[in-house]
């Protein structure tokens, strides 16, 4: 089964152009809006204190969320500090992926993770895995918007948890296009949106804020097919009291697109 001619919103940034040929492959009717840029904190004092803290042995553990965070930070840190004094700090303590991409990301510095998150990754399996370990001082690399659960559960775990937030999420320097897809929404334009990450979410609905058509957004999702990439993905729609539809088998945005095409008809049926 394919599309079949439906037409298919994504609010993909970076990976744009390939979203839209994997969603044609499929037989669909493809709008991509970027929604998302990633930026730089106009202040690094975070990652510089956590740096000193790591060389002064002050962590036993540190949680890597995300690659392109984990680049960033690596980054940074190397602005102020030597690489083989901070690789030496890093192999003495535990280092935790949350998943394949800083896995991948910690990797091409040289070092090997010492725990890897299983799927889905999110941050409950993530706490889970901490729960049996002995590691009492935490730094968290943050990503987008701090995730109070993890904090909040790794603390009732009785660990000492210092986040380190290296760079935020804010709108596309151009969000013509986000604004015409929020447009496209209300006027029943789409049947299918496909979501790769939770910040998409946030910042349609800040989109749609700002043009005083939140609710009319809502309602349309509501009647789409919604696909998310997980569950992170899927608790964000949650907080604007929407319902994600499906989650791919694995978080792979070709997975994605490929398991929806397969279920979006049958589904929009059973809504329309």
């Given at each position: 089964?394919?599309?079949?001619?439906?037409?298919?919103?994504?609010?993909?940034?970076?990976?744009?152009?390939?979203?839209?040929?994997?969603?044609?492959?499929?037989?669909?009717e493809a709008t991509v809006a970027p929604s998302m840029r990633e930026v730089d904190l106009e202040q690094h004092e975070e990652a510089f204190e956590f740096g000193r803290r790591l060389l002064n042995g002050e962590f036993d553990c540190v949680i890597l969320l995300t690659g392109v965070g984990t680049r960033l930070l690596w980054k940074t840190l190397l602005l102020r500090y030597l690489e083989a004094d901070l690789k030496a700090a890093l192999q003495k303590l535990t280092v935790v992926v949350r998943g394949p991409k800083p896995s991948k990301a910690i990797r091409e510095i040289g070092l090997v993770p010492d725990v890897q998150v299983p799927e889905p990754n999110t941050w409950r399996e993530l706490l889970e895995t901490m729960r049996p370990r002995p590691e009492?001082?935490?730094?968290?690399?943050?990503?987008?918007k701090s995730n109070v659960d993890l904090i909040d559960g790794l603390e009732a775990q009785g660990r000492r948890v210092t986040p380190v937030r290296i760079y935020g999420w804010d709108l596309p320097e151009d969000t013509g296009p986000l604004r015409k897809a929020a447009a496209k929404l209300i006027a029943g334009g789409v049947d299918v949106v496909l979501l790769t990450t939770s910040m998409q979410v946030v910042n349609l609905m800040r989109i749609a804020e700002e043009e005083g058509i939140a609710q009319q957004v809502r309602e349309a999702?509501?009647?789409?097919?919604i696909g998310s990439i997980g569950p992170t993905t899927s608790e964000t729609l949650e907080e604007y009291g929407l319902k994600a539809d499906f989650e791919p088998s694995h978080p792979k945005m070709g997975v994605l697109v490929a398991e929806a095409a397969t279920q979006a008809a049958d589904v929009l049926a059973n809504k329309r």
């Open positions: 089964m394919s599309f079949n001619g439906l037409r298919v919103l994504s609010l993909e940034s970076r990976r744009s152009e390939e979203m839209a040929t994997l969603i044609r492959k499929q037989q669909g009492t001082r935490i730094a968290v690399q943050e990503y987008g999702l509501e009647s789409a097919f």
